[in-house]
C-alpha cells in the first residue's frame, strides 16, 4: 500500500506522545509512515491515508486541527481518513463521556461532510509540563497547564491517564481501514 502521514495538533505535547505510539504500531506492521505537526504539513498528495490528530481546550479542537481540514479537505476526502482525540473527558471511558467528545469533534468535522472518516480514536489525555511544545507555550497558558497538573496529582494522585494499550489496539486496527 502507498504511504499514511499521521499528523497532530497539541499545545503542550501529549498528542504528539499518542501520534508517535500510533506510529509505532503502523510500523509494526510494515506501512509506510511519515509523522509531523498538523501545522508543518505542506501537501498530502503523497498520502494513501491520513491519520489526525487533536487535542481539547474549552470543548474545541486546536485551531491547527482546523486550519488542517480547510487546508487539505478537498484532498483528505479522496482518501483514507481517521480521527483521533486526546482529552481529559476520557479518561472514564463511557457513554456519556464518548457521545459528548464525538459531539465536540463533530462541532469541526460536520463541516466537512465530505471526509468520511474510517475510525474515530476518543482517548484520555495528560497535563504534560516537559516537553519542547510545552516550553513553547505562553507563560499564561504554562501556569494554566501547570496548575491543573498539580490539582490532579493532588486530587487522583496523576495527571497522566493515556492507556498505551488502547492506543495500541486503536492503531492495530487501523491498519486493515487505511490499507
Ligand atoms: C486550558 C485547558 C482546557 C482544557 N479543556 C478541556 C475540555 O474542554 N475537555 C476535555 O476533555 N479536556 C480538556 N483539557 C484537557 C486536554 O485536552 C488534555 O490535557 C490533553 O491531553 C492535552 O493534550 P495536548 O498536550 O496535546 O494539547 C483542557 C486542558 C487545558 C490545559
Known amino acids: 500500500m502507498g504511504k499514511v502521514l499521521v499528523a497532530y495538533s497539541t499545545w503542550a505535547g501529549a498528542t504528539h506522545q499518542v501520534a508517535e505510539e500510533i506510529v509505532k504500531e503502523l510500523n509494526k506492521k510494515n506501512l509506510q509512515v511519515n509523522i509531523a505537526a498538523a501545522k508543518d504539513v ?92 510545552f516550553n513553547r507555550l505562553n507563560v499564561l497558558i504554562k501556569k494554566l497547564i501547570e496548575s491543573m497538573k498539580k490539582s490532579m496529582d493532588a486530587e487522583r494522585g496523576k495527571s497522566d491517564f493515556r492507556e498505551w494499550e488502547k492506543i495500541h489496539a486503536w492503531a492495530t486496527e487501523l491498519v486493515e481501514k487505511i490499507s
Open 42 to 133: 505542506k501537501t498530502i498528495s503523497e498520502y494513501q491515508a491520513v491519520v489526525l490528530g487533536t487535542s481539547i481546550h474549552a470543548g474545541q479542537m486546536t485551531g491547527d486541527f482546523k486550519k488542517f481540514l480547510k487546508r487539505f479537505y478537498k484532498d483528505l476526502a479522496t482518501k483514507k481518513t481517521a480521527f483521533f482525540v486526546v482529552c481529559f473527558n476520557m479518561i472514564e471511558d463511557n457513554d456519556k463521556n464518548r457521545v459528548e467528545t464525538l459531539a465536540w469533534l463533530n462541532k469541526t468535522i460536520s463541516k466537512f461532510s465530505d471526509i468520511k472518516p474510517v475510525s474515530i480514536g476518543l482517548f484520555a489525555g495528560a497535563a504534560v509540563t516537559e516537553s519542547d511544545e
